[in-house]
């Protein structure tokens, strides 16, 4: 990305930090940022397709930033992370872009992040693709499902702390569900 769209996109989390979407022009943003407006529709069409395009780099920088899992607490906090740091801004995009938008860079963050976590979990096993597809598709779901109850609250309490109790609730279910897919759950027994 461009150092002025980086800008631009900056410039756009600082504002939402401060002020609801419907509060922000595409004046403030040039004029907080010292670019042009011409500058700024060189780059972004409106500010909805601003606001798509923050949500598409908030993702992608989660998928940058992290490789190292070793339990599903870590994805949790992997996108507890990247959200608190601009968490007005990321609650106005939540509440404002449209639903499969955000649905759909969260989605991509959150399988890439247990993707990481099942890779790390299964090397030193025999686990089917399919199976590895299973536990991706329904970590994943927990994932997401926890990050968007975390946001639907105002991000007002850790998930990570809730994902940490439930993984020492469930210790020992994800490896018994490896060792069950390389047909050899009698070696957990």
């Known amino acids: 990305m461009s150092r002025t769209k980086s800008i631009i996109v900056e410039t756009f989390l600082q504002l939402l930090d401060e002020k609801p979407l419907t509060k922000i022009t595409v004046k403030d943003i040039v004029e907080r940022c010292g670019v042009n407006r011409n500058t700024f529709y060189y780059y972004f069409h409106d500010i909805p397709e601003l606001m798509e395009w923050t949500m598409k ?69 025999a686990v089917e693709q399919r199976d590895r597809e299973l536990l991706i598709y329904y970590y994943k779901c927990l994932l997401v499902g926890m990050t968007l109850d975390w946001m639907e609250k105002g991000m007002a309490d850790d998930p990570t702390e809730k994902m940490t109790r439930i993984c020492e609730l469930m210790e020992g279910s994800g490896k018994r569900a490896f060792l069950k897919s390389g047909g050899r759950e009698e070696e957990n027994g």
Do not use: M
């Open 57 to 125: 780099e908030w993702a992608d920088q989660i998928i940058r930033d992290n490789r190292d899992f070793v339990s599903p607490a870590d994805c949790t906090a992997a996108i507890v992370r990247q959200g608190l740091a601009h968490k007005q801004a990321l609650l106005h995009i939540y509440r404002s872009l449209p639903r499969e938008a955000f649905l759909r860079d969260l989605d991509r963050a959150a399988e890439y992040i247990v993707g990481q976590y099942i890779e790390n979990a299964v090397k030193d096993l």
